[in-house]
């Protein structure tokens, strides 16, 4: 067929001499029928500690990190995957007993952009228990992972016992799972295009750590929409999503949105903070009020705020200002300096103009329905 294979293998070293031989192993069939062959041994348990990441994120990213590095060296456009019906079935099955959503109910893609190039997995359509025939046909002896044989993992526990199950109801049961993967993918791909769309129009604010929502554009959108708009936004402030989240947590998100009450917050996996505050909806990592402002002003000049606008002084010796913008004239002669500007404490209170005594700064903003996120970061 006129193919150039270059076989490409990591050794992570979780079970180490017992994975170097892995290693070992596929090297000399490599050499044995003239394949070229490319390894590399990652030391993932020490990655995994310096990073906090968990084992299955840390083995991938290094793993793909070095696949990438090798169809640079050969200038190769296609990277082969040996993912079989079997993992198909039993990775579909996890996500949705977690409570996944979207796109990752369906499970691994036959295909997908990587790097340069694509990534495919010729296997899908086939059993494990196939290609143990082939093997046996061809008097291949694979090596065997003993860990697959833990049934502390819970993927181990799908393979050895639910699995069978649907095997003996239908011994192609994996190909309906492989049609109900794409059929899945191909609906996901068109109900996110139109999710993208609409989702322009509700989000008012969209920073690396914070996006603000209007509640209402949200729930113009058909339902399965909506969803999906929260499960784009969690996806785009996350970079790398907890597996504590699922479809749960977009719920608590929707009923939220719908309840009664003028406010309320949730509380997400990794410190992730959802605030309503009337007709608008923050999903934030760092809430406004863990940093407060002081400013001690003792001359006439200007201040640029950290959250943005600006306040300044000026010493005038006329009644009237011909400026445009919010300003306030006092009597020097009653001013004390320095004058104090910060962010608001609890308790705090004013007097507005033609009202007599005062009240509480929370009771003004209440009434002006200002939002929760937005009051902490008033001076």
Known sequence: MNLSIVVAHVDHMFRGQESFEDAMFVKDYCEQYTIPFEMTRINVPELIEQTGKSSQTTAREARYEFYAKIMNKYHYSYLALGHHGDDQMETMLMRITRGSSGKSRAGIPFTRPFHNGTIFRPFLNLTKGEIEAYCKKYQLKPRLDPSNEKSIYSRNRFRKEVLPFLKHENRHVHEHFQRFSEELQSDESFLQELTVQQLNTVMTKREKSEIIIDINRLLSMPIPLQRRGIQLILEYLYKEKPGSLSAIHIDQILSLMVSPQPSGKLDLPNGLKIIRSYLQMSFQFELANEHTYLFE??????????????????????????????????????????????????????????MLGSKKLKDIFIDSKVPIQARETCL
């Not at 950290?306 to 913008?325: A, K, Q, W």
């Not at 919010?326 to 705090?348: M, V």
């Open 297 to 354: 002003v003792r001359e006439p000049g200007t201040i640029e705020l950290p959250y943005g606008g600006r306040v300044g002084m000026d010493l005038i010796d006329r009644e009237y200002v011909g400026t445009n913008g919010y300003y306030a004239l006092f009597n020097a002669e009653n001013i004390k300096l320095p004058l104090t500007i910060r962010t608001r404490k609890i308790g705090d209170r004013m007097t507005l103009k033609g």
